[in-house]
């Protein structure tokens, strides 16, 4: 299989104009073998979750409110606007190229421009009224990653600790969907000059031939990329294990008793009804 489309520029050199496209069949195999390897892990090898045992005391669970904050309106906003503009983009640039003809440029742009607008507004968001480093990988995780791998493995080791605010499946996930939305979105303004819109003033001749495929391509890699992405993220969505965190992006809050089953007070504090800070800090042992 070719994974790169070639032409020949009017010069003679051989340029590359796109990804090719039987790799979005490839995308969709992969999203579909990711969930059936995983519902058969599930099913037929992983066993019952195991933690470290919950020390926090009895006076600091009882304070942790029935419905626990989870996800601001302005988060969850910003995350089923983006779907939004993900599925429209991917439909737009896809399924031209499997035979549904369509007007699909217009579409295409309004909600690449969409999807550009609240990037820039997660990024703000998430940088200064949120816990940006939530989302991010720490040593806590990594560690609980090799104990668990050696727990399945049969050898022995301490149970992990419970998840912070994200189990770091989530943090991993977040971490390739930003590389391939980012590398998709970027290339996607650029290439936003060689049509014509109200934004910008149509320029084809900004870049080199060279550069305009490499740019192309790039695109095309990154977005048939998030296929498989999006199928796993949705897939992973409907699991009955994981539906009390996509309804706390639906809700914005989960149960205070998957809260305490799941995740460690210690790494995820969370306001109580009273609007303080509740987790097991020092003044909780005292």
């Known amino acids: 299989m070719e994974f790169i489309t070639w032409a020949i520029d009017p010069w003679g050199k051989c340029v590359p104009i796109h990804a090719a496209w039987d790799l979005i069949w490839a995308a969709v195999i992969a999203g579909i073998a990711f969930m059936i390897v995983h519902a058969l892990y599930v099913a037929i090898v992983a066993g019952p979750k195991v933690f470290k045992?919950?020390?926090?005391?009895?006076?600091s669970q009882a304070a942790i409110p029935e419905r626990v904050p989870r996800h601001s309106l302005a988060a969850r906003l910003f995350h089923w606007i983006m779907a939004l503009s993900m599925f429209t983009l991917?439909?737009?640039?896809?399924?031209?190229k499997v035979g549904v003809k369509f007007d699909w440029v217009l579409y295409h742009w309004i909600a690449g421009i969409l999807l550009t607008a609240s990037i820039i507004f997660h990024i703000v968001h998430a940088s200064f009224y949120l816990d940006f480093w939530s989302i991010w990988p720490d040593k806590i995780d990594i560690r609980?990653?090799?104990?668990?791998?050696?727990?399945?493995?049969?050898?022995?080791?301490?149970?992990?600790?419970?998840?912070?605010?994200?189990p770091l499946e989530n943090k991993f996930y977040h971490l390739v969907?930003?590389?391939?939305?980012?590398?998709?979105?970027?290339?996607?303004?650029f290439m936003m000059k060689r049509v014509q819109t109200p934004i910008f003033t149509r320029n084809p001749y900004l870049f080199t031939d060279m550069?305009?495929?490499?740019?192309?391509?790039?695109?095309?890699?990154?977005?048939?990329?998030?296929?498989?992405?999006?199928?796993m993220h949705v897939y992973?969505?409907?699991?009955?294990?994981?539906l009390p965190i996509t309804k706390?992006?639906?809700?914005?809050?989960?149960?205070?008793?998957?809260?305490?089953?799941?995740?460690?007070?210690?790494?995820?504090?969370?306001?109580?009804?009273?609007?303080?800070?509740?987790?097991?800090?020092?003044?909780?042992?005292?």
């Open 53 to 59: 045992k919950n020390t926090l005391p009895a006076a």
């Open 90 to 96: 991917l439909f737009t640039a896809f399924l031209p």
């Open 144 to 166: 609980d990653a090799m104990r668990r791998t050696l727990r399945f493995m049969g050898k022995p080791a301490p149970p992990p600790d419970r998840f912070a605010k994200y």
């Open 177 to 189: 969907i930003v590389v391939a939305g980012l590398a998709a979105t970027i290339t996607g303004l």
């Open 211 to 231: 550069t305009w495929g490499l740019m192309y391509l790039l695109h095309g890699l990154a977005g048939i990329g998030l296929i498989a992405l999006v199928m």
């Open 236 to 242: 992973m969505g409907i699991r009955p294990e994981k």
């Open 248 to 286: 706390s992006m639906i809700f914005g809050w989960m149960s205070k008793d998957f809260y305490l089953e799941e995740h460690d007070p210690e790494r995820w504090n969370v306001e109580s009804s009273s609007g303080k800070k509740r987790g097991y800090a020092a003044s909780d042992a005292d």
